[in-house]
């Protein structure tokens, strides 16, 4: 009962009309950044962090935790709109919500990923008031073993399921651990991929690398095609969710919110992992696994509600033992040393109500965002209706703007421009983009965990094993790896069970697919 007066107690503080509008402020100015492109709300938090140093401390993080949530879900609006993730943990949506988009099924993918925040951020919320220190103590008592095979399962799991060639998908995948590896070695401080350029010293920000796959690339790829196809003006399509749309998204975000808590808690967790992991599962499970690649709602509701409650349990560890997991939970850390406060195992003795003055601002900030953009939908799924030489523009434009504000640098333009011009080999040539993102956040820590765990083993490969939890992940990984070798096995020896009959109406379907088949190939062939 002290954890629910508390959270009551904090309440209390968070609806003063005061700490209200400021609430609103921050949800408001998240959401704006977070559908810019590159501009997330790390960087809000950051930019205004010396505006509010005269606010009293509570009213400063019950905005910042507004523009925390504002951003996760603005970022999912260009990721659905206009295939630019505003964050990296919007990667994964912009593969379904796009397609759902271009199908004028834009208002549909905006509702469920506003929802699905609302319903993930709510139970993620409430989690992190009832269950904290428990997850805390089991986050603590993982290994570097256990992070590893975690990775590892990520890289390998989005990999095998994405695009009709695993392949071109390792392919990707190799080209996003090679840019992962550029800058300084951690351990040896030897450059690595640098060519001599100082300027790449520090890596690549993943921000930079996003935008300039997927909005520079995408917007590169329309342009090329502009004058070889008609101009084709996508529709809104019908502005709420249908009664199928709703039962085929409760699940996923249900199994989203299970897989996005834990991993937002974990000290090397984030929502990268888990929206990655999230995907794949909705694409095991889904009964419509056709329409995945297509537009399925599925692939939007499990990602974006994994997303929203791994931004809740980020904030685990950054209360309670000072940790944080991502660039906004380190601003946020960063903003409460500066009001001289300490997070950590005391803090909520010793700053108790403004810490449950922040947990309840967070199911106020949920609320206020489902309030402001579930009507907005239709209004946001209009952009798809601007001209595509003006809408392409204004991504450029936004692009360029976000890649620049992340470092001040105009290396970084030079840097935009090389990996957009990749991102539009990669569509070219058919390769998926998104195991290029996942190289890139997960390369580096990957390998951090490894060595990591080598230097404790003193080398030996055996200490790869020395955990349950990393074990039973290998087996895990294991079975997906040998899956296909299995099914091909299966399907080579049903035909012989079965003797062809010559005269089987089948005979028949065997032109008609071939036609069905080569039909798309030909199109492809006389678009250029």
Request: aromatic content about 8%.
């Amino acid at each position: 009962m002290d954890v629910w007066s508390s959270l009551m107690d904090g309440f209390s503080t968070a609806l003063t009309p005061l700490n209200l509008m400021y609430a609103m402020i921050g949800v408001i100015l998240g959401t704006a950044v977070g559908v810019l492109p590159g501009l997330g709300p790390a960087m809000t938090v950051a930019l205004l962090l010396p505006v509010t140093y005269a606010l009293e401390p509570t009213s400063a993080f019950i905005m910042f935790a507004g523009i925390y949530y504002g951003g996760m879900y603005g970022g999912s609006t260009t990721s659905i709109l206009l295939n630019t993730p505003g964050e990296s943990s919007s990667v994964v949506t912009a593969i379904e919500g796009n397609k759902m988009a271009k199908a004028g099924r834009a208002a549909q993918a905006l509702a469920t990923a506003a929802i699905g925040s609302f319903v993930a951020g709510t139970i993620g919320t409430t989690l992190l008031a009832v269950c904290a220190p428990i997850v805390v103590k089991f986050a603590v008592s993982l290994g570097s073993p256990s992070y590893f095979a975690i990775m590892m399962l990520a890289l390998l799991a989005v990999t095998a399921v994405l695009g009709k060639s695993r392949l071109r998908g390792f392919a990707s995948l190799g080209l996003g651990l090679a840019i992962g590896l550029v800058g300084l070695d951690s351990v040896t401080g030897q450059s690595r991929l640098t060519f001599g350029i100082p300027l790449l010293s520090d890596g690549l920000d993943i921000v930079v690398v996003a935008v300039a796959i997927f909005a520079v690339g995408e917007a590169l790829w329309v342009a090329a095609h502009l004058r070889r196809t008609p101009l084709h003006i996508i529709p809104v399509g019908r502005p709420w969710m249908g009664k199928k749309d709703w039962q085929r998204s409760w699940k996923p975000w249900l199994r989203g919110t299970v897989f996005g808590f834990p991993f937002g808690a974990l000290p090397a967790g984030g929502a990268e992992i888990p929206t990655f992991l999230s995907y794949v599962t909705e694409k095991r499970l889904s009964k419509h696994p056709e329409e995945f690649g297509h537009g399925a709602i599925e692939g939007v509701a499990g990602p974006e509600a994994a997303n929203n409650a791994a931004a809740a349990g980020t904030l685990t560890p950054m209360l309670a033992l000072g940790l944080p997991t991502n660039a906004t939970a380190a601003v946020m850390l960063a903003a409460f040393t500066s009001y001289g406060i300490q997070p950590g195992p005391q803090l909520f003795s010793s700053q108790g109500p403004l810490v449950w003055a922040l947990i309840a601002s967070l199911f106020i900030g949920n609320l206020l965002l489902l309030l402001i953009n579930l009507p907005l939908a239709p209004l946001w799924a209009k952009l798809l209706q601007l001209p595509r030489p003006y809408l392409y523009a204004g991504i450029l434009f936004f692009a360029t703007l976000g890649a620049y504000s992340v470092n001040l640098q105009a290396f970084d333009l030079v840097i935009l421009l090389v990996l957009g011009a990749l991102g539009f080999m990669m569509r070219r040539f058919g390769l998926p983009v998104l195991p290029l993102i996942l190289g890139v956040i997960l390369g580096p820590r990957l390998e951090g965990q490894l060595r990591k765990t080598l230097q404790l083993s003193a080398g030996d490969p055996a200490g790869l094993f020395s955990e349950p939890i990393a074990v039973g992940i290998y087996v895990i990984i294991g079975i997906i790896l040998a899956w296909p070798l299995v099914l091909r096995l299966i399907r080579r020896n049903r035909p012989a069970a079965a003797p062809a009959v010559p005269s089987s109406p089948d005979s028949h379907a065997g032109p008609e697919s071939i036609h069905h088949e080569t039909t798309p190939v030909q199109h492809k062939q006389e678009k250029p």
